[in-house]
């Protein structure tokens, strides 16, 4: 599973302790059949660009629901939808599945596989992720943007990656802007 640069910038940053959080989050979750879906800067770094994060961001059906499981488990609850590991003092954000993450126009993807193996949003997911958070909050979401353009130039993706129609055409301005820049040098 583990981005092989990914984790070697894990460990040089001394940042182990996310992917031990990670794991046992979503280990916990499966163990109480709740599925959960990795996204944000982890699923940034296992998708190709190893860039520094310093919490865990989950996608879960109930937010609810899952508080309460990693609650009992120890975790201790935050004000909000985070939740914090007491031994490696981790954050875990839980986001709603179907849910929408402030004014972008995807809602998240809703996770429907259990497994105590974390799964990664892919590579389209992340992007379309990323991309619809910016959109929505173009003036505080520039991380984002500068994870999606990292993202594509790593991947090397083409104009016409199979996007969400609601962050084609930014995706698209995105990659036009990039190649514009590679010409010119």
Known sequence: MSNLKAKLMRKVSNSTDIEKTMRSAV????NAGIPSLVVGGYAVQENGYPRFT???????????????KLSISGFRAN???SMTDRASRVEVDLLPGG????????????PTQVSKRPIIASLQQIIE????????????????VADV???MKVNNCPRDFLLAEEVREEYQRLWDGLHEEQDEI
Request: hydrophobic share 35%; charged share 25%; aromatic share 2%.
């Open 129 to 144: 992720i990323k991309l619809s958070s910016y959109l929505g909050n173009p003036n505080t979401r520039q991380k984002d």
């Open 79 to 81: 004000p909000g939808s």
């Open 99 to 110: 849910g929408s993450v402030g004014r972008g126009p995807l809602k998240l993807p809703m």
């Open 149 to 151: 353009v990292e993202l």
């Open 54 to 68: 310093i919490d865990v961001d989950l996608v879960v059906p109930s937010v609810q629901e899952a508080k309460d």
């Open 27 to 30: 280990t916990i979750l499966a």
